[in-house]
T-cell receptor, first 116, second 114 residues
Framework: GAVVSQHPSWVICKSGTSVKIECRSL??????MFWYRQFPKQSLMLMAT?????????EQGVEKDKFLINHASLTLSTLTVTSAHPEDSSFYIC????????????FGPGTRLTVT | AQSVAQPEDQVNVAEGNPLTVKCTYS??????LFWYVQYPNRGLQFLLK??????LVKGSYGFEAEFNKSQTSFHLKKPSALVSDSALYFC????????????FGTGTKLQVIP
């Protein structure tokens, strides 16, 4: 299956700083990428959908100025958590969908963010 | 609005027995349905999907699922469970029309007992 990588796999940062998470599709071109938060023992919460070269579409309740998403190429999307606070601590997961109408998502392994 | 329900937080099954993980959905248009599996400390992996065609779809690792339009269900099944099948399973739905958003269920933890 298609492979998606995320970097870093875990990060600890101080409150008020910004953190960038990278999501790369390694062996396919991801025309669409999704960013999710996953809380312990809970489902995935979609944060935003991004198409290459376009502005991301954010879900209701997700602050677009706080969670900056860039999808600059067909193999790279980044999520920057700006001015992080402890409540932003979570597991962030990205996924990509290839071209050609296959529809299924290929997920990265996730990034554990802890804000102290 | 679209939604997915996985009524069981956990399913326990003895190794070698058949397993079923339940999923029902709600969507305005025709559904695209998916099952994903998450092993501990690993990312979600795609198992199978229903887009159109045969109601019974077969996927990875011997899993299959049956699309039932009248019952709006897409239950995941396997004839003979393995201990290695123990994981968290997510059902997901997307409306076939336009917008790409996929809604996930809350997940069902499958425990296969040796």
């Amino acid at each position: 299956g298609a492979v998606v990588s995320q970097h870093p796999s875990w990060v600890i940062c101080k409150s008020g700083t910004s953190v960038k998470i990278e999501c790369r599709s390694l062996d396919f071109q991801a025309t669409t990428m999704f960013w999710y938060r996953q809380f312990p023992k809970q489902s995935l919460m979609l944060m935003a959908t991004s198409n290459e070269g376009s502005k991301a579409t954010y879900e209701q309740g997700v602050e677009k100025d706080k969670f900056l998403i860039n999808h600059a190429s067909l193999t790279l999307s980044t999520l920057t958590v700006t001015s992080a606070h402890p409540e932003d601590s979570s597991f962030y997961i990205c996924s990509g969908v290839g071209a050609g109408g296959t529809y299924e998502q290929y997920f990265g392994p996730g990034t554990r963010l802890t804000v102290t | 609005a679209q939604s997915v329900a996985q009524p069981e937080d956990q399913v326990n099954v003895a190794e070698g027995n058949p397993l079923t993980v339940k999923c029902t959905y709600s969507v305005s248009g025709n559904p695209y349905l998916f099952w994903y599996v998450q092993y501990p400390n690993r990312g979600l992996q795609f198992l199978l999907k229903y887009i159109t065609g045969d109601n019974l779809v077969k996927g990875s690792y011997g899993f299959e699922a049956e699309f039932n339009k009248s019952q709006t269900s897409f239950h995941l099944k396997k004839p003979s469970a393995l201990v290695s099948d123990s994981a968290l399973y997510f059902c997901a739905v997307r409306d076939s029309r336009g917008y790409q958003k996929v809604t996930f269920g809350t997940g069902t933890k499958l425990q296969v007992i040796p």
